[in-house]
């Protein structure tokens, strides 16, 4: 069974960082394309960053590159969203989703809450 | 950047009746292997969400029959044959050629 796991969601501080880490397991992690989609509790789902299964590729939201990175560790099934000069628009909840062939996204995890605030 | 924009936001339907939801991309999502990726989504209330149709008309396992998804080029729809209770949600459909983007959604609820 596919699982995604989502951890690292919690307060976060305007102006300072958290790590989004994905614990996957019940598939071949390094087959697999992974992103980070967003949500707005009660808003519509944005795409965030993708990268390619052996880590080498890696995009983002225009409105993001330069404060977020994404990265992977394919010895620990993992895939990590490092989020930096958090903002308060960043307050979303984050889903951990896979990807088959670089657009073509199935499972998604529970989703890891980020609320940025002081 | 590819634009996806959905319609209806909103789609009021009685339990039994069909529903139909629009999607229209800004530019053609035919990749250069000759497939097409969109793909539709539903969102249940307090859940992720669920594939349901990948590459404009392929269902997911187990996603029930009344579900069907058509379209070519830059025009896709989603339709359900039969609306039931357990329908009710958002459904988005999304692009997957260019960097993935969502349309805004589409809340199914039941008249």
């Known amino acids: 069974e596919v699982q995604l796991v989502e951890s690292g969601g919690g307060l976060g501080q305007p102006g300072g960082s958290l790590r989004l880490a994905c614990a996957a397991s019940?598939?071949?992690?390094?087959?697999?394309?992974m992103h980070w989609v967003r949500q707005v509790p009660g808003k519509g789902l944005v795409w965030v960053s993708r990268?390619?299964?052996?880590?080498?590729?890696?995009n983002y939201a225009e409105s993001l590159k330069g404060r977020f990175t994404i990265s992977r560790d394919n010895a620990k099934n993992t895939v990590y969203l490092q989020m930096n000069s958090l903002r308060a628009e960043d307050t979303a909840l984050y889903y951990c989703?896979?990807?088959?062939?670089?657009?073509?996204?199935?499972?998604w995890g529970q989703g890891a809450l980020v609320t940025v605030s002081s | 950047d590819v634009v996806v924009t959905q319609s209806p936001p909103s789609l009021p339907v009685t339990l039994g009746q069909p529903a139909s939801i629009s999607c229209r991309s800004s530019q053609s999502l035919v990749y250069t292997d000759g497939k097409t990726y969109l793909s539709w989504f539903q969102q249940r209330p307090g859940q992720s969400p669920r594939r349901l149709i990948y590459?404009?008309?392929k269902r997911d396992s187990g996603v029930p029959d009344r579900f069907s998804g058509s379209g070519s080029g830059t025009e896709f729809t989603l339709k359900i044959s039969r609306v039931e209770a357990e329908d009710v949600g958002v459904y988005y459909c999304m692009q997957g050629k260019h960097w993935p983007s969502f349309g805004q959604g589409t809340r199914l609820q039941i008249k």
């Open positions: 989703v896979r990807d088959a062939a670089g657009g073509l996204v199935d499972y």
């Open positions: 590459e404009v008309s």
């Open positions: 019940g598939f071949t992690f390094t087959d697999y394309w």
């Open positions: 990268i390619n299964p052996d880590g080498t590729i890696t």
